[in-house]
């Protein structure tokens, strides 16, 4: 447990956010599927274990059949309706799952923000690449992480273990406080 008398000082600090999340299911590799996900998001689908960006708009690769797509909560409605209609005689699902699930993001130097997840997960984080998405496990709950730049890490979880999962990055980091 965390003893506040052996923390030192990492340098990583921890915060969260509420972005809008959009998980879409389908047949990813299906040509017109992503063509309907791309011209809607203005992203292109990411290959396996890939996240794409641009500005405050983030498609991740989450499965062979799902991605996530993560945006400013004030542009959620109008997207998530805007994909129903794009992806309407498509198997697929299009759901709003902002309220399911918490983002964390943590700042530093980048060997302490690998050396903080390399404690956590099952992941070789020397050989973790840069716009890289891994599914894994943060100690015993479900997690995705990515590192979109260096100094910036960003994870998510379920809402309903958030608690859990910052009082371990907390302790993983070295601290004993996370900022919301």
């Known amino acids: ?14 915060t969260t956010s ?6 879409l299911r389908g047949a990813l590799e299906d ?3 992503k063509a309907a996900v791309e011209e809607v998001s203005g992203l292109t689908v990411p290959e396996p274990r890939e996240i794409v960006q641009s500005g ?6 989450m499965g062979p059949d799902e991605a996530l797509l993560i945006l400013p909560r004030d542009a959620l409605c109008d997207t998530l309706a805007a994909l129903e209609t794009a992806l309407k005689g498509h198997h ?4 709003d799952m902002s309220d399911a699930r918490r983002l964390f993001h943590l700042t530093g130097p980048d ?13 070789d984080m020397r050989a973790f690449q840069l716009g890289e ?10 997690a995705a992480f990515w590192m979109g730049e260096e100094g910036r890490l960003n994870l998510i ?24």
Request: a positive charge.
């Open 1 to 14: 447990m965390f003893d506040p008398a052996q923390a030192h000082d990492t340098g990583v600090a921890i």
């Open 18 to 23: 509420a972005p809008g999340m959009i998980t």
């Open 31 to 33: 040509t017109a599927f």
């Open 56 to 61: 405050e708009h983030r498609l991740a690769w």
């Open 92 to 95: 697929a699902l299009v759901a």
């Open 111 to 123: 060997a302490a923000l690998r050396d903080t997840l390399a404690r956590l997960c099952p992941v």
């Open 133 to 142: 998405i891994r599914r894994t496990r943060l100690a015993q709950i479900a």
């Open 157 to 180: 979880c379920f809402r309903s273990v958030a608690q859990y999962a910052e009082d371990l990055l907390s302790d993983a980091a070295g601290k004993g406080v996370v900022l919301h």
